[in-house]
């Protein structure tokens, strides 16, 4: 059986590749720190991005873990520029999965390269890995394994939130398990 905790970052300054942590989010990930303190990690992986990093970094440093980071896990890009519609474009990528803005990846192309990370994981010696990553990117991994997840799913989502995806073969069972 391999264990797959999917965590969302902590609440950032913004959504640019070194947007830290603010100050609420630095409380957050101390609390995920205590939150994975009963679980049996045993490898860390996270985007590059600063606020995924220092998402995971205090549970690293109490584990006595090396965070190896994994370019595939950055957020998905929905289009090259800034739409006031952005929401109603990000909704509609849920139902076209091969919809992609100019500048930007399809929803298709999210999936794919974030579930490249997960079967990565499946087939190393790994049993309990904890992924950060970022919103969209997330809901798109949780959909290519449960269908049924697309836009409400994302719009719920919290900063930080943890999924466990629990593998007995090829379908993982999926449950949030976050409680703040």
């Known amino acids: 059986m391999k264990h797959i905790y999917i965590v969302r970052h902590c609440q950032a300054t913004g959504q640019e590749p070194d947007a830290?942590?603010?100050?609420?989010?630095?409380?957050q990930a101390v609390q995920l720190a205590s939150f994975f303190a009963e679980t049996a990690v045993?490898?860390?992986?996270?985007?590059?991005?600063?606020?995924?990093?220092?998402?995971?970094s205090p549970l690293a440093e109490k584990l006595g873990l090396k965070i190896e980071t994994d370019e595939k896990l950055?957020?998905?890009?929905?289009?090259?520029?800034?739409?006031?519609?952005?929401?109603?474009?990000?909704?509609q990528t849920y139902d076209d999965l091969d919809l992609c803005y100019e500048g930007g990846e399809s929803s298709r192309g999210a999936m794919?390269?974030?579930s490249s990370v997960v079967r990565e994981v499946?087939?190393?010696?790994?049993?309990?890995?904890?992924?950060?990553s970022h919103g969209n990117l997330i809901s798109l991994l949780l959909k290519h394994f449960d269908s049924r997840i697309?836009?409400?799913?994302?719009?719920?989502?919290?900063?930080?939130?943890?999924?466990?995806?629990?593998?007995?073969?090829?379908?993982?069972?999926?449950?949030?398990?976050?409680?703040?």
């Open 42 to 56: 045993d490898s860390i992986l996270s985007s590059p991005f600063e606020r995924a990093y220092r998402t995971v």
């Open 74 to 91: 950055t957020e998905r890009v929905l289009t090259g520029q800034n739409h006031p519609n952005w929401r109603e474009m990000l909704r």
């Open 20 to 27: 830290p942590l603010t100050e609420r989010g630095q409380q």
């Open 150 to 180: 697309g836009f409400p799913e994302w719009e719920s989502l919290s900063n930080p939130d943890v999924y466990h995806l629990s593998f007995a073969g090829e379908q993982p069972a999926i449950e949030r398990i976050w409680r703040e």
């Open 112 to 114: 794919e390269r974030a």
């Open 122 to 132: 499946l087939e190393s010696e790994q049993t309990h890995t904890v992924i950060v």
